[in-house]
């Protein structure tokens, strides 16, 4: 460090070092912020050029006037959270650049409901040279760093006239308060270190306020004892776009497309992110209120439910029977567990055995999640090639990333059609399938990949899904939906399933 920076190493005054820091901060981690404001900005207007260089000067004076106040509180606590802003924030930075993600409330989630399965699959060189370059070597710098202290008077001085500066920049940005309110999402989610700072604590304080205990929905009676069994199938990152049930022009549903009482609709999801897609999927009605999700309705309304599952970020689950992967692996007489065909293990059984007549069984796979989807299926499901095996997507053509997506598309369209076959086994049971996406899946266009933008600005193939339905009676019709919605699930699976409740909703039910 003293052979790369000798000047550094000499002692500096805190006004100073806390302007460097934030300087360093601004160049490394802001890339993806400034590219967004001048895309989106006139920036050779008066207010576009004001604008741009308040932003830049708000960064700049913003993040300096933070580490000033907590190196002046204590050098030890400050240099601290400095160091670890900096390793994270050269974290975060790797795949806002790399994916064009949003670090906002709902990508957080995601962050913190990742297992290490998924985590280690963005394992790459590039994220290690960036949390070499823009985190360890700066935090070896904050740790050597000699600063010089002020007195209590200048330091009240100095955070007064800052203040006052910043009241003053907000002040001549009147102007631009609208083109700011209107792009705040995504401002907020591309700055370093409040992006993930805030909004793990919005996460949080969210998370805290939905563990409450979860509303208990009015009792339900079941109206019949005829025997039924209903599979929902919750795709992980399925896209409707690349289904050629939908139009696709390559025939990634060889076998769906000849099934007998196959029915299917195009659909959006809630939310562009797993755990938000789940819970509508999973509840009557879209609210921020936790209310008793459809498993754990059903399971205490005397119906045999069992769950399987090779993903995560459900809610919370409260039935007798779920198995995740490692529960499944030792029953399994497959040759590799690591597909998603283990979820289909022993299930005729499993369903045959059954105490009860009515029978929900939720199959929660992982089949089309990247940013690895040529590990998502086995190598004989390998039909369009090239295809994309990095980490770094946009290291690929997006012919060979399609490809690889589109080789998932073709595993799940044989896991379904397995599945179906099972069901038609089941000679004694009125037996239906559901399939339905927690949300869609980006490929490149418009330099996005994976998914969980907002809502808002999010591109149609986020949110896109399929909505593929099978039912085991060629007598039994399906309305004639032109459109549908992840909250269609909950209903329809009631009305299947006989099940009388107060909260059920015939217009989102799916089944005539």
């Not at 981690?29 to 308040?54: D, T």
């Not at 760093?145 to 006239?161: E, H």
């Not at 990152?237 to 050629?244: D, E, L, Q």
């Not at 796979?365 to 090639?385: A, D, N, V, W």
Request: glycine share 4%; net charge neutral.
């Amino acid at each position: 460090m003293k052979l790369l920076f000798p000047q550094l190493t000499k002692s500096i005054k805190i006004t100073h070092f806390a302007l460097l820091m934030s300087l360093f901060n601004l160049l490394f981690f802001h890339y993806s912020f400034l590219a967004f404001v001048f895309n989106n900005l006139n920036y050779k207007s008066f207010n576009g050029i004001l604008l741009v260089i308040s932003l830049f000067v708000l960064l700049l004076l913003f993040n300096a006037f933070t580490f000033y106040l907590f190196l002046f509180l204590s050098r030890f606590v400050g240099k601290f959270l400095m160091v670890v802003t900096f390793i994270i924030s050269s974290i975060a930075t790797y795949f806002v650049n790399t994916y064009n993600i949003i670090i906002d409330k709902g990508m957080i989630g995601n962050v913190i409901n990742t297992n290490y399965d998924e985590a280690s699959s963005f394992f790459s060189v590039k994220l290690l040279l960036y949390i070499l370059l823009f985190g360890i070597f700066p935090s070896i710098y904050i740790i050597k760093a000699k600063i010089i202290t002020v007195k209590l008077k200048k330091f009240l001085v100095t955070t007064s006239l800052t203040l006052l500066f910043f009241a003053a920049l907000i002040f001549v940005n009147a102007t631009n308060w609208l083109w700011i309110d209107k792009h705040d999402t995504t401002l907020g989610g591309l700055v370093m270190p409040w992006s993930y700072t805030v909004n793990i604590a919005r996460f949080y304080i969210h998370k805290h306020q939905s563990n409450r205990k979860e509303i208990l929905l009015p009792d339900a009676i079941l109206k019949d004892n005829k025997k039924s069994v209903l599979v929902l199938v919750i795709g992980e990152s399925a896209r409707s776009k690349n289904f050629s049930l939908y139009g696709y022009e390559k025939n990634t549903n060889p076998l769906l497309s000849e099934t007998p009482n196959l029915f299917y609709f195009p659909a959006v999801s809630c939310a562009t992110y797993t755990t938000a897609g789940m819970k509508c999927i999973l509840t009557h009605k879209k609210s921020n209120d936790l209310y008793e999700i459809l498993p754990n309705y059903l399971f205490r309304n005397n119906v045999s439910v069992v769950w399987r599952t090779t993903n995560w970020g459900e809610p919370p689950v409260h039935i007798k029977t779920y198995q995740n992967r490692a529960a499944l692996i030792p029953g399994y007489k497959g040759e590799n567990g690591n597909y998603d065909e283990i979820l289909l293990s022993g299930l005729k059984e499993q369903i045959s055995e059954s105490e009860h007549n009515k029978v929900l069984i939720i199959l929660h796979t992982s089949t089309s999640h990247g940013p690895t989807y040529s590990k998502k299926y086995p190598p004989r499901f390998e039909i369009f090639t090239p295809v994309c095996n990095s980490v770094e997507l946009a290291d690929c053509s997006q012919e060979e990333l399609i490809n690889a997506y589109d080789n998932t598309i073709v595993y799940t369209d044989y896991l379904l059609h397995s599945l179906i076959e099972l069901l038609k086994e089941l000679k004694e049971y009125d037996s239906s399938m559901i399939f339905v996406s927690d949300h869609g899946e980006s490929l490149g266009e418009k330099n996005l990949y994976m998914h969980g933008l907002p809502m808002s600005i999010a591109p149609r193939e986020q949110y896109e899904i399929p909505f593929i339905v099978w039912v085991s009676d060629s007598l039994r019709q399906l309305k004639p939906n032109e459109s549908l919605t992840q909250n269609h699930v909950f209903h329809s699976v009631l009305n299947f399933l006989g099940v009388e409740s107060p909260i059920y909703k015939e217009e989102l039910n799916i089944y005539n």
